[in-house]
């Protein structure tokens, strides 16, 4: 019969973040995660607002959307926001990663759950006392954060291109 403990290994153990850690670095973050549940349709995470969590999502779908502020006139704006991707937990996606390290503590981009959603929430000063008290594992956990960021960011360099390809295809004309 498995233990509670080992039931949450095995809910965080699938995360990029967690990658080569081993049973009882795993218990630390096990420690101090959170199970939250989010109801359907509901902005958890809001553009702009302070950062102070990551969520694991266990359960369900999200849409991850960000804001198109574009000037068109003279103090005007318009505040469209655009659905960037979807995201569901049989791709263990890690949300909320970008506030741990921006020096405003501020969300990049707003998340909707689709669906009812299940995430395990870790607070940022709990991964960063671990981090610090275990530089072993702060180094394995620190390591997986900055593949996640770079295959994060080499995708919206790709998008950049894209869109600047097609804006000047369209200006051509």
């Not at 999502?57 to 005007?76: H, M, P, R, Y």
């Not at 960037?84 to 759950?113: C, Q, W, Y």
């Amino acid at each position: 019969m498995s233990s509670p403990d080992s039931h949450r290994k095995n809910l965080i153990r699938p995360f990029l973040i967690f990658k080569d850690l081993e049973d009882p670095e795993l218990d630390y973050f096990c420690e101090k995660a959170k199970k939250e549940i989010i109801p359907k349709d509901e902005m958890f995470i809001v553009e702009g607002e302070h950062g102070d969590s990551v969520f694991l999502l266990i359960d369900g779908s999200v849409e991850i959307i960000q804001a198109l502020t574009l000037n068109v006139s003279k103090g005007e704006t318009d505040n469209r926001e655009k659905a960037l991707t979807k995201l569901d937990h049989t791709m263990h996606p890690f949300i909320g990663e970008m506030a741990l390290f921006a020096t405003d503590d501020r969300r990049t981009a707003s998340v909707k759950a689709l669906t009812e959603c299940t995430f395990m929430k870790l607070m940022n000063n709990d991964i960063l006392e671990i981090c610090s008290t275990h530089p072993r594992t702060g180094y394995k956990v620190m390591r997986n954060l900055c593949q996640l960021l770079t295959t994060n960011l080499v995708r919206a360099n790709k998008n950049v291109l894209k869109l600047t390809t097609a804006f000047s295809l369209v200006l051509e004309r």
